[in-house]
């Protein structure tokens, strides 16, 4: 008999998660992780007695009742609503586009003032449609919200977080930005929304707990090469290029980079997020991080405050992988990659780096629920 029934490349959500299930299955697992840590891009690191979110800002949001109920097995979560403010050139607006943003914009102060005033932006841009869908990104802000918005909340912020104009950019990007005619600031349309009390780490320490884990082992590097000698199955969640030595060639991401600092301040920017939609700045976003977890009199409980710029950057070998690109060339070459893994006995591929997909943290929890027979 094997010493495991499963090696699990990767601690990220999608490999803590499945461990989890197998665990409560009674099958012997051991987790093996590249970095210093576990929980993958959702772990965070106590500063000055906060989490900092090191691999980007996480907010935890599905309309999935069984992913929430899971996940508040684990750890309860809070409150957090996520309602980001946007700042151009020092004006700020309300986020996602809504009664405040059009009262904001334009003064109008009822939904029939703002939808006549967004009807007569759009005019424009629908009519030089001429009946066809919008192209591309620009094409589709412009008829979703129309001129003045685009150029105040959109384009420069694209163009910075994408590094490339919007016109070059599929429309679907932003078609996930609600527009509402409410006055509700809540970023997210769905029913459950929240940060785990006490940090992500908890959840991942949670869902591991009573695993074996290993960090600082990178499949590539150690003996778990060999794995079928130890293990049943393998569960892989690192880049799906690398498992095929990239022999087919390199998949391509974008990435974020993070200046973080302390700041000798209880508040530094009165949010968790703030967009700065401008080129002005040439970070995208400055995230202070306390406000995922501290609210009222707690802010000012804690001396101190860690904020983060992030500038979206173009990836590089030797990077972390953020974004899947979805161009033409990178999805036709993730086709043929999965098409492989397929064909790969005893792995299961799994996570947004072996599939090649951005996913947000719940349908990573939901798809590992789904698997049936662990
Ligand atoms: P990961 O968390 O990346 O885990 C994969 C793990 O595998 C990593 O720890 C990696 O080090 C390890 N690994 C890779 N290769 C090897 C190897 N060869 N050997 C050993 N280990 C290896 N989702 C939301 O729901 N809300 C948000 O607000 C949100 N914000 C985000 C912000 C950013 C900047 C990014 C990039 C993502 C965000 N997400 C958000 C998505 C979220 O991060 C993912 O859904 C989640 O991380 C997916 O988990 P995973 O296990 O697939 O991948
Ligand atoms: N976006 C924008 N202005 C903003 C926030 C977002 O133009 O203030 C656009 C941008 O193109 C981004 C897209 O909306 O890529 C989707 O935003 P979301 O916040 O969902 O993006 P994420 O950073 O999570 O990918």
Redesign the pocket.
Known sequence: MKKYDYLIVGSGLFGATFAYRAKQQGKRCLVIEKRPHLGGNIYCENIEGINVHKYGAHIFHTNNKVVWDFVNSIVEFNRYTNTPV?NYKGKLYN?PFNMNTFYQMWGVTTPQEAEQKINEQKAEAIAALNGREPANLEEQALTLVGKDIFET??KE??EK??GRSCKELPAF??K??PVRLVFDNNYFNDCYQGIPIGGYNKLIDGLLEGVECKTDTDFFNSEYREWEKYAEKLVYTGAIDEYFDYKLGHLDWRTVSFATRIEDTPNYQGNAVV?Y?SHNEPYTRVIEHKHFEMFGQEVYNTPKTVISEEYSTEYKEGMEPYYPVNDERNNKLAKEYLNLAYKENNVIFGGRLAQYQYFDMAPVIERVLQIQNI
């Open positions: 946007a986020l909340l959109i912020y694209t977080q994408w990007i932003i996930r930005l967009n939609t």
